[in-house]
Nanobody, 121 residues
Framework: HVQLVESGGGLVQPGGSLRLSCAAS????????MGWYRQAPGKERELVAV???????NYADSVKGRFTASRDNAKNTVYLQMNSLKPEDTAVYYC???????????????WGQGTQVTVSS
């Protein structure tokens, strides 16, 4: 059994900052890519940022220069530092990880429960 638990969402004013965290736990043999997606009301879920196991990052154009994704492999944790937040960043943010189970030795995609980020004055 594998679980992803997110934290750090909330309400922030435009121009403010938030830091999201996502910790993976359970029957984990290896974690490949870890990343963040978001879904705004009435819109499809979209990629925000991905971090490879080696630390290489890839970002959506809409967040480049404002958001920074990083990970701590020893803690099985991925972070998303969000600066210069805009109202259009308002969404539920989901953590995602590609994990090989130590029980089954099979690869699967896992999702967190989501954390709300609201940018409003």
């Amino acid at each position: 059994h594998v679980q992803l638990v997110e934290s750090g969402g909330g309400l922030v004013q435009p121009g403010g900052s938030l830091r999201l965290s996502c910790a993976a736990s359970g029957s984990i043999l290896k974690i490949n890519d870890m990343g963040w997606y978001r879904q705004a009301p009435g819109k499809e879920r979209e990629l925000v940022a991905v971090v490879t196991r080696a630390g290489t990052t890839n970002y959506a154009d809409s967040v480049k220069g404002r958001f920074t994704a990083s990970r701590d492999n020893a803690k099985n944790t991925v972070y998303l530092q969000m600066n210069s937040l805009k109202p259009e960043d308002t969404a539920v943010y989901y953590c995602n990880a590609g994990i090989i189970s130590s029980n089954t030795f099979l690869f699967d995609n896992y999702w967190g429960q989501g954390t709300q980020v609201t940018v409003s004055s």
